[in-house]
C-alpha cells in the first residue's frame, strides 16, 4: 500500500502547486493524475492570471472587482487573502521561470481583461495557462521526492472509522489493477465539472470527480448553482475564444452590425463581467438579432496586425484550424457556452473542507472567492493561492498524526463496482448516449436563462438518467488502458454533478452572478445573500445554507 | 454531412494476437475533425479503441497519431483533408512511430519522451538568487523568443516523425532539445554554457540531428524543433566555441566557411574540414578526428562511385558569379550586436507584408 503524509489527487495547476508547497513543508507527496499532468485542463486558461502588482494598483481594488464581479456572493476574507497574496504568488512563477509578457523596460507587462478596472492581468502571449502548467512541472520533475502517479484514476476517498480521510482508491490505467493509497491528508485538485454540458470549452477530462467523489463522503457542495457560460465561444464545437481578445479591444457585433453592448453596459462595453456579456449576447440571439447559426459576431480585426501575433497567436489557430477563419481578416462567429464551476467542494480559506484530513483547492473547490460569477484570470490566481494554502496547511496539520490505516475492504468494494460494469451484458443505453442526453439537457435548462419549470425537467431528467446509468455495459473487457469502463465512472461523477446544480438552480429563487432566472428576474439580498449548500445525507441531497462572510464591502446595484 | 471510412490499427496487449486493422464508417461534416470521428466510433459502435485525447482544441497534446502515415495531432487535422489524401479512400490512422505501443492508439510517452525531457535538466537554473519582491529585468524580445518553445505541448507529434531517431533511439530528440533552448534561451538561466556543453558533447545530443525539417512541418503549434536545435548550435558554436567530440564544432564552422567563401556547399572540402580547421590537403587536420575521418570513407567512396562526387567537381568547385552579394550578407549579419531571431511570436517585417498582400 502506498503511504503518503499529503496525498494530491488531481495536477493541474492546483494540484501541482499543493504538492510543491506540501513538499517544501516537509510532508512526502504524492499526487495522482488519470491523465499526464501537463494534460491538465489548466493549460486552457488563455487570458492570464491577475495581480495587483503594479504600483498604481491596489489589492483592494482588485477585491472590489472581484466582489463585484461575484454579484456580492463571493466570501470577502477568502477574496482579500486571494488578492493580497496575488503578486507574491505571480513573482514566485516568475522566478520560477514562467515566460511572463515584458513591457519596453524588461518589467512584467499588463493586458485588461473584463470586469476590472486596471488592467492587471499577467500573461504568456495567449498560453499563459499552459506555460504557467509547464513550469510547474519543471518543478515537480525537479522534486524528486514528490511520487507522481501519472494516468492513475482515483474511484473513491475512504476515512478511517471516526470520519477522517485516511487514503483513497485508485486504478493504475496502464494495466488495471487496484490500489489503495494510505494518506494522512488529501487534497482534491480535480477540476470542473463542464462536461456535463454540451456544447463546453472543458476538455473531456472536466468530469467532476472529486466535487463527486467528496459529496458522496458527506462533504457539502457550495454554490453548485453557479456555472459560468463564456460569453465567446465558438459555436457548436464550444471551443474557447479568450477574453484577451476583449482585452486588446475586440468588439462585438449583432447581426445587424449594432455594437450591442452599448445597450446594456454603457461604462465597460465588451469589457463588462462574464455573466453581463453572455446575458446580453443571448438576448441578442433569442430576440432575433443574431445570425443564422445562433451567434453573434467577434470583430478581432480592430486589433493590430502585430499584437495578433504576439499577443493571440493562440486564437488565430482555433480560428484557422477549427472555424476556417482568419481572425485578422474577418470577425468570427461566437456564442456564450459553458465554462467554469464557480461552486465545488466548501471550504476554509486554507482549503479544508469540514470532512477531516480532506482538502479542496481550484475548480473543484468553493472557497467562495468567484460567488456568483468569475472574473477572467481569476481562475489561475485561486488555482495557485488557495493550492499553495492547502498544501502548506496540509504539511503542517498533519504533524503527530498517526498513519492511518484506510479499510481494505474499500478496495474490493470498488473493484466489485468495476467488476459488475465490465461483466454486464449489453441491455441498456451506451454511455455515450446518457452522456449526450445530460448534456443537452443542462445546456437547454440551466444555462444562462433559467426558470423553474425548466430546471425540473432538467431534474427529473438527471433522475432518470442516474437510474439509466446503474445499467450500463461497456465494450472493452480488458485491464489494459480500459477508457470504457472509466467512462462509465465519470458518468456517474458527472449526474451526482448535474442533480447538484440543478437543485442549487431551483433553490435559489432569485437572479445572481450566473444564475438569471426568467421568474425571479432580480436580485434579492434580503433573502438570498446566502450560498446554498448541498449534501448527501444518505437518502439524497439535502439543502442548507451559509452566511456570506461581508468584510467592507456592502452589496450594492451592480452596473459595468 | 459525409461519409469517411477510418481503418484504426488495433492492439490488444493482453490477446496474445498482433495488431491488425478495424474498419469503421463515421458520418460528420468534412471540416470536423479526425478526432471527431474516432469518437464517434467510439460513441456509436466500438467504445473499446484506446486513444488518449481531452482538450479537442490542440492544446492538451493528448491525441498524437499517424494519419495517412503522418505524424499529427487527431484533433486538428480536418477529417475531410485527411479523406482527400487517403489511399483507396480510408484515413489510416496509427499509433505514433518511435514509441512503444501500449494499446490501440495509446504509445508509451514517457518511455521516449519524457525520459529525455528529463534528460535535459528541465527546470530554470538562476544565475542569481531571484530580486525582492520584484521579477526579474529581461528583455521583451528575450521572452518572447523563448516563448516559442514555450508552446510545445509535449505531444510527441515530432518525435514520432523524427528521422534521426529512427537511425539513433538514444537521440534525445526534437521536442526535448526544444525544451534545452527554453532554457538556454532564456537570460534568467545562469547555467547556458553548462547546459550548451553537455549537449554538444552528448553523441545524442544537439549534432545528432540531420536538420530534416519532418520535425518543423509536422509540428502543431509551431514550435519548429530543428530551429530550436539551430539556434543550440549557433549558441554553441559562435557565443561559446565549444569544441566537441563529435565534431559538430567543425562542421558547424565548416559550413559557414564554405559559404563565405564559395556561396554554395563545397562537398569535397566539408569533410575534412569538418575534421580540420583547414583543409585535408594542406594536412591540418585534428588528430582526434583521424578515427571519425576514417569512418566516413566509405561514403566519400559511395559518392566518388556513384558520380554524385567527381574528381574535378571536388578539387575545382567554383564559386557563384555574385559570390560578393552572399559576402556582403554575411558582413551585415556580423556588424550586428545582437543576433535577431524571428519566430512565431516576432514576426519580420517583410512577413507581414507579404501576408497582407
Same mark, same amino acid.
Given at each position: 500500500?502506498?503511504?503518503?503524509?499529503?496525498?494530491?489527487?488531481?495536477?493541474?495547476?492546483?494540484?501541482?502547486?499543493?504538492?510543491?508547497?506540501?513538499?517544501?513543508?516537509?510532508?512526502?507527496?504524492?499526487?495522482?493524475?488519470?491523465?499526464?499532468?501537463?494534460?491538465?485542463?489548466?493549460?486552457?486558461?488563455?487570458?492570464?492570471?491577475?495581480?495587483?502588482?503594479?504600483?498604481?494598483?491596489?489589492?483592494?481594488?482588485?477585491?472590489?472587482?472581484?466582489?463585484?464581479?461575484?454579484?456580492?456572493?463571493?466570501?470577502?476574507?477568502?477574496?482579500?487573502?486571494?488578492?493580497?497574496?496575488?503578486?507574491?504568488?505571480?513573482?514566485?512563477?516568475?522566478?520560477? /521561470?514562467?515566460?511572463?509578457?515584458?513591457?519596453?523596460?524588461?518589467?512584467?507587462?499588463?493586458?485588461?481583461?473584463?470586469?476590472?478596472?486596471?488592467?492587471?492581468?499577467?500573461?504568456?502571449?495567449?498560453?499563459?495557462?499552459?506555460?504557467?502548467?509547464?513550469?510547474?512541472?519543471?518543478?515537480?520533475?525537479?522534486?524528486?521526492?514528490?511520487?507522481?502517479?501519472?494516468?492513475?484514476?482515483?474511484?473513491?476517498?475512504?476515512?478511517?472509522?471516526?470520519?477522517?480521510?485516511?487514503?483513497?482508491?485508485?486504478?493504475?490505467?496502464?494495466?488495471?489493477?487496484?490500489?489503495?493509497?494510505?494518506?494522512?491528508?488529501?487534497?482534491?485538485?480535480?477540476?470542473?465539472?463542464?462536461?456535463?454540458?454540451?456544447?463546453?470549452?472543458?476538455?473531456?477530462?472536466?468530469?467532476?470527480?472529486?466535487?463527486?467523489?467528496?459529496?458522496?463522503?458527506?462533504?457539502?457542495?457550495?454554490?453548485?448553482?453557479?456555472?459560468?457560460?463564456?460569453?465567446?465561444?465558438?459555436?457548436?464545437?464550444?471551443?474557447?475564444?479568450?477574453?484577451?481578445?476583449?482585452?486588446?479591444?475586440?468588439?462585438?457585433?449583432?447581426?445587424?452590425?449594432?455594437?450591442?453592448?452599448?445597450?446594456?453596459?454603457?461604462?465597460?462595453?465588451?469589457?463588462?463581467?462574464?455573466?453581463?456579456?453572455?446575458?446580453? %449576447?443571448?438576448?441578442?440571439?433569442?430576440?432575433?438579432?443574431?445570425?443564422?447559426?445562433?451567434?453573434?459576431?467577434?470583430?478581432?480585426?480592430?486589433?493590430?496586425?502585430?499584437?495578433?501575433?504576439?499577443?493571440?497567436?493562440?486564437?488565430?489557430?482555433?480560428?484557422?484550424?477549427?472555424?476556417?477563419?482568419? *481572425?485578422?481578416? %474577418?470577425?468570427?462567429?461566437?456564442?456564450?457556452?459553458?465554462?467554469?464551476?464557480?461552486?465545488?467542494?466548501?471550504?476554509?480559506?486554507?482549503?479544508?473542507?469540514?470532512?477531516?484530513?480532506?482538502?479542496?483547492?481550484?475548480?473543484?473547490?468553493?472557497?467562495?472567492?468567484?460567488?456568483?460569477?468569475?472574473?477572467?484570470?481569476?481562475?489561475?490566481?485561486?488555482?495557485?493561492?488557495?493550492?499553495?494554502?492547502?498544501?502548506?496547511?496540509?504539511?503542517?496539520?498533519?504533524?503527530?498524526?498517526?498513519?492511518?490505516?484506510?479499510?481494505?475492504?474499500?478496495?474490493?468494494?470498488?473493484?466489485?463496482?468495476?467488476?459488475?460494469?465490465?461483466?454486464?451484458?449489453?441491455?441498456?443505453?451506451?454511455?455515450?448516449?446518457?452522456?449526450?442526453?445530460?448534456?443537452?439537457?443542462? $445546456?437547454?435548462?440551466?444555462?444562462?436563462?433559467?426558470?423553474?419549470?425548466?430546471?425540473?425537467?432538467?431534474?427529473?431528467?438527471?433522475?432518470?438518467?442516474?437510474?439509466?446509468?446503474?445499467?450500463?455495459?461497456?465494450?472493452?473487457?480488458?485491464?489494459?488502458?480500459?477508457?470504457?469502463?472509466?467512462?462509465?465512472? %465519470?458518468?456517474?461523477?458527472?449526474?451526482?454533478?448535474?442533480?447538484?446544480?440543478?437543485?442549487?438552480?431551483?433553490?435559489?429563487?432569485?437572479?445572481?452572478?450566473?444564475? +438569471?432566472?426568467?421568474?425571479?428576474?432580480?436580485?434579492?439580498?434580503?433573502?438570498?445573500? #446566502?450560498?446554498?449548500?448541498?449534501?448527501?445525507? /444518505?437518502?439524497?441531497?439535502?439543502?442548507?445554507?451559509?452566511?456570506?462572510?461581508?468584510?467592507?464591502?456592502?452589496?450594492?446595484?451592480?452596473?459595468? | 454531412?459525409?461519409?469517411?471510412?477510418?481503418?484504426?490499427?488495433?492492439?490488444?496487449?493482453?490477446?496474445?494476437?498482433?495488431?491488425?486493422?478495424?474498419?469503421?464508417?463515421?458520418?460528420?461534416?468534412?471540416?470536423?475533425?479526425?478526432? $471527431?470521428?474516432?469518437?464517434?466510433?467510439?460513441?456509436?459502435?466500438?467504445?473499446? *479503441?484506446?486513444?488518449?485525447?481531452?482538450?479537442?482544441?490542440?492544446?492538451?497534446?493528448?491525441?498524437?497519431?499517424?494519419?495517412?502515415?503522418?505524424?499529427?495531432?487527431?484533433?486538428?487535422?480536418?477529417?475531410?483533408?485527411?479523406?482527400?489524401?487517403?489511399?483507396?479512400?480510408?484515413?489510416?490512422?496509427?499509433?505514433?512511430?518511435?514509441?512503444?505501443?501500449?494499446?490501440?492508439?495509446?504509445? $508509451?510517452?514517457?518511455?521516449?519522451?519524457?525520459? #529525455?525531457?528529463?534528460?535535459?535538466?528541465?527546470?530554470?537554473?538562476?544565475?542569481?538568487?531571484?530580486?525582492?519582491?520584484?521579477?526579474?529585468?529581461?528583455?521583451?524580445?528575450?521572452?518572447?523568443?523563448?516563448?516559442?518553445?514555450?508552446?510545445? *505541448?509535449?505531444?510527441?507529434?515530432?518525435?514520432?516523425?523524427?528521422?534521426?531517431?529512427?537511425?539513433?533511439?538514444?537521440?534525445?530528440?526534437?521536442?526535448?532539445?526544444?525544451?534545452?533552448?527554453?532554457?538556454?534561451?532564456?537570460?534568467?538561466?545562469?547555467?547556458?554554457?553548462?547546459?550548451?556543453?553537455?549537449?554538444?558533447?552528448?553523441?545524442?545530443?544537439?549534432?545528432?540531428?540531420?536538420?530534416?525539417?519532418?520535425?518543423?512541418?509536422?509540428?502543431?503549434?509551431?514550435?519548429?524543433?530543428?530551429?530550436?536545435?539551430?539556434?543550440?548550435?549557433?549558441?554553441?558554436?559562435?557565443?561559446?566555441?565549444?569544441?566537441? $567530440?563529435?565534431?559538430?564544432?567543425?562542421?558547424?564552422?565548416?559550413?559557414?566557411?564554405?559559404?563565405?567563401?564559395?556561396?554554395?556547399?563545397?562537398?569535397?572540402?566539408?569533410?575534412?574540414?569538418?575534421?580540420?580547421? /583547414?583543409?585535408?590537403?594542406?594536412?591540418?587536420?585534428?588528430?582526434?578526428?583521424?578515427?571519425?575521418?576514417?569512418?566516413?570513407?566509405?561514403?566519400?567512396?559511395? /559518392?566518388?562511385?556513384?558520380?554524385?562526387?567527381?574528381?574535378?567537381?571536388?578539387?575545382?568547385?567554383? #564559386?557563384?558569379?555574385?559570390?560578393?552579394?552572399?559576402?556582403?550578407?554575411?558582413?551585415?549579419?556580423?556588424?550586428?550586436?545582437?543576433?535577431?531571431?524571428?519566430?512565431? +511570436?516576432?514576426?519580420?517585417?517583410?512577413?507581414?507584408?507579404?501576408?497582407?498582400?
Amino acid at each position: 500500500m502506498p503511504q503518503h503524509d499529503v496525498l494530491v489527487i488531481g495536477a493541474g495547476l492546483a494540484g501541482q502547486r499543493a504538492a510543491l508547497a506540501a513538499a517544501e513543508g516537509g510532508a512526502s507527496v504524492g499526487i495522482i493524475s488519470k491523465v499526464h499532468p501537463v494534460r491538465s485542463h489548466s493549460n486552457a486558461a488563455q487570458g492570464g492570471i491577475n495581480a495587483a502588482l503594479n504600483p498604481e494598483d491596489t489589492w483592494e481594488s482588485h477585491a472590489f472587482d472581484t466582489i463585484k464581479g461575484s454579484d456580492y456572493l463571493g466570501d470577502q476574507d477568502a477574496i482579500e487573502i486571494m488578492c493580497r497574496e496575488a503578486p507574491e504568488e505571480l513573482l514566485e512563477l516568475e522566478h520560477w /521561470g514562467v515566460t511572463f509578457h515584458r513591457n519596453e523596460e524588461g518589467r512584467l507587462g499588463t493586458r485588461a481583461f473584463g470586469g476590472a478596472s486596471a488592467a492587471r492581468t499577467y500573461y504568456v502571449a495567449d498560453i499563459t495557462g499552459q506555460a504557467i502548467l509547464h513550469v510547474l512541472y519543471e518543478q515537480l520533475m525537479r522534486h524528486e521526492e514528490v511520487y507522481r502517479y501519472e494516468e492513475w484514476f482515483t474511484t473513491a476517498l475512504v476515512q478511517d472509522e471516526e470520519g477522517r480521510i485516511a487514503g483513497a482508491v485508485t486504478r493504475n490505467m496502464r494495466d488495471g489493477s487496484m490500489e489503495l493509497f494510505s494518506a494522512r491528508a488529501v487534497i482534491l485538485a480535480t477540476g470542473g465539472n463542464g462536461q456535463i454540458y454540451d456544447p463546453t470549452t472543458n476538455a473531456l477530462i472536466c468530469t467532476g470527480d472529486g466535487i463527486a467523489m467528496a459529496y458522496r463522503i458527506g462533504a457539502p457542495l457550495m454554490d453548485m448553482e453557479m456555472i459560468q457560460y463564456h460569453p465567446t465561444t465558438l459555436a457548436g464545437l464550444g471551443l474557447l475564444i479568450t477574453e484577451g481578445a476583449r482585452g486588446e479591444g475586440a468588439h462585438l457585433y449583432n447581426a445587424q452590425g449594432e455594437r450591442f453592448m452599448e445597450k446594456y453596459a454603457p461604462n465597460k462595453m465588451e469589457l463588462a463581467s462574464r455573466d453581463v456579456v453572455s446575458r446580453a %449576447e443571448q438576448t441578442e440571439i433569442n430576440e432575433g438579432r443574431g445570425f443564422p447559426d445562433g451567434t453573434v459576431a467577434l470583430d478581432i480585426t480592430v486589433v493590430p496586425r502585430k499584437r495578433i501575433h504576439e499577443a493571440l497567436r493562440e486564437i488565430v489557430n482555433v480560428g484557422r484550424d477549427f472555424a476556417g477563419v482568419d *481572425i485578422t481578416q %474577418e470577425p468570427i462567429h461566437i456564442k456564450p457556452g459553458n465554462h467554469y464551476t464557480m461552486g465545488g467542494v466548501r471550504t476554509d480559506v486554507n482549503g479544508q473542507t469540514p470532512i477531516p484530513g480532506l482538502y479542496a483547492a481550484g475548480e473543484c473547490a468553493c472557497v467562495s472567492v468567484h460567488g456568483g460569477n468569475r472574473l477572467g484570470a481569476n481562475s489561475l490566481l485561486d488555482t495557485l493561492v488557495f493550492g499553495r494554502r492547502s498544501g502548506a496547511h496540509a504539511a503542517q496539520a498533519i504533524k503527530g498524526l498517526p498513519v492511518p490505516e484506510p479499510a481494505r475492504a474499500s478496495v474490493g468494494a470498488e473493484q466489485e463496482v468495476i467488476d459488475a460494469i465490465v461483466s454486464r451484458d449489453r441491455t441498456g443505453r451506451r454511455v455515450s448516449e446518457i452522456k449526450a442526453e445530460l448534456g443537452q439537457v443542462m $445546456d437547454r435548462y440551466v444555462a444562462v436563462f433559467r426558470d423553474e419549470q425548466g430546471l425540473n425537467t432538467a431534474l427529473e431528467t438527471v433522475r432518470r438518467l442516474q437510474e439509466e446509468a446503474q445499467t450500463v455495459a461497456v465494450d472493452d473487457k480488458g485491464s489494459v488502458f480500459n477508457q470504457d469502463v472509466l467512462g462509465a465512472l %465519470e458518468l456517474q461523477f458527472m449526474l451526482d454533478n448535474a442533480e447538484a446544480i440543478v437543485i442549487g438552480a431551483i433553490e435559489r429563487k432569485e437572479s445572481r452572478g450566473a444564475q +438569471y432566472r426568467t421568474d425571479f428576474p432580480d436580485r434579492n439580498d434580503d433573502e438570498w445573500l #446566502k450560498h446554498i449548500n448541498i449534501s448527501a445525507n /444518505g437518502e439524497g441531497p439535502e439543502v442548507s445554507y451559509s452566511e456570506v462572510t461581508l468584510t467592507q464591502w456592502e452589496p450594492e446595484e451592480r452596473k459595468y | 454531412m459525409a461519409d469517411f471510412k477510418l481503418k484504426i490499427r488495433r492492439f490488444d496487449p493482453e490477446s496474445g494476437e498482433p495488431a491488425y486493422w478495424g474498419d469503421f464508417d463515421v458520418d460528420l461534416p468534412p471540416e470536423r475533425s479526425v478526432l $471527431d470521428g474516432i469518437l464517434q466510433v467510439k460513441d456509436r459502435e466500438d467504445a473499446s *479503441i484506446g486513444i488518449r485525447c481531452s482538450c479537442r482544441a490542440a492544446i492538451c497534446g493528448s491525441c498524437g497519431v499517424r494519419i495517412n502515415g503522418k505524424s499529427a495531432l487527431a484533433c486538428n487535422t480536418r477529417i475531410g483533408e485527411a479523406a482527400e489524401r487517403a489511399r483507396d479512400g480510408a484515413i489510416t490512422i496509427e499509433p505514433m512511430g518511435n514509441m512503444p505501443v501500449v494499446k490501440d492508439l495509446i504509445t $508509451d510517452m514517457e518511455a521516449v519522451h519524457w525520459k #529525455k525531457v528529463r534528460r535535459v535538466v528541465p527546470w530554470l537554473l538562476p544565475a542569481e538568487e531571484p530580486p525582492e519582491h520584484s521579477e526579474y529585468i529581461v528583455p521583451a524580445e528575450a521572452m518572447l523568443d523563448v516563448t516559442q518553445a514555450m508552446a510545445c *505541448i509535449h505531444c510527441g507529434v515530432c518525435v514520432s516523425a523524427c528521422l534521426s531517431m529512427e537511425v539513433d533511439p538514444h537521440f534525445i530528440g526534437p521536442a526535448a532539445l526544444a525544451k534545452a533552448y527554453r532554457f538556454v534561451g532564456d537570460p534568467r538561466d545562469g547555467a547556458e554554457e553548462e547546459r550548451l556543453k553537455d549537449l554538444a558533447e552528448d553523441p545524442h545530443g544537439i549534432y545528432d540531428c540531420t536538420h530534416c525539417f519532418a520535425c518543423v512541418e509536422v509540428c502543431p503549434k509551431d514550435v519548429a524543433p530543428m530551429n530550436q536545435i539551430m539556434r543550440l548550435r549557433r549558441r554553441a558554436t559562435g557565443d561559446h566555441g565549444i569544441k566537441d $567530440d563529435n565534431n559538430g564544432y567543425g562542421h558547424e564552422k565548416a559550413f559557414v566557411n564554405l559559404i563565405e567563401k564559395y556561396g554554395t556547399l563545397h562537398e569535397a572540402q566539408l569533410l575534412p574540414r569538418s575534421f580540420g580547421d /583547414g583543409s585535408l590537403v594542406k594536412g591540418q587536420i585534428e588528430p582526434g578526428a583521424v578515427k571519425q575521418l576514417i569512418e566516413s570513407l566509405p561514403t566519400a567512396l559511395r /559518392g566518388l562511385k556513384s558520380g554524385k562526387v567527381t574528381p574535378k567537381k571536388a578539387l575545382l568547385h567554383p #564559386k557563384l558569379p555574385d559570390q560578393d552579394q552572399v559576402r556582403r550578407v554575411f558582413s551585415e549579419v556580423e556588424s550586428k550586436d545582437d543576433r535577431v531571431e524571428l519566430n512565431l +511570436y516576432i514576426v519580420g517585417e517583410s512577413g507581414g507584408e507579404e501576408a497582407e498582400a
